[in-house]
């Protein structure tokens, strides 16, 4: 039997942790703040998660459209314990994952773009 769409999406983001292990967690969450799919530890609260990763994009967006910076691309923090990147998954979703202190960035945002690709097929 086909994996579904769901469980496609998991898969991927299994996928693109294991191709970058600097990726702790991961999910895909849609515009209206609700998980669609995730890679998450147990100690990490998904509805928190796809809370703040909507209202992050969602302000990104308004900035960078007021601002003058054209079309989003990314939303990215940087902490302490590491960062936290945002990436568009088509126009109805968000990439987020979480990335370890010593990450390196450019290699994340290459693995998240790759993912992002494949998840906006499935999104669709």
Do not use: H
Request: aromatic residues 2%; glycine residues 8%.
């Amino acid at each position: 039997m086909p994996a579904s769409r769901s469980e496609q999406m998991v898969s991927r983001l299994r996928a693109m942790q294991a191709a970058s292990p600097d990726i702790e967690a991961s999910a895909v969450v849609s515009v209206d703040g609700l998980i669609i799919a995730s890679a998450l530890p147990v100690d990490v609260e998904e509805d928190r998660v796809s809370a703040m990763s909507a209202a992050m994009l969602s302000l990104g967006e308004r900035i960078a459209v007021e601002l003058g910076r054209g079309m989003l691309d990314q939303v990215y923090i940087r902490g302490g314990g590491g960062y936290v990147i945002l990436t568009s998954v088509g126009e109805e979703a968000v990439l987020t994952a979480l990335a370890r202190e010593q990450a390196k960035v450019g290699l994340v945002f290459l693995e998240m773009r790759r993912a992002a690709e494949e998840l906006a097929r499935l999104v669709g």
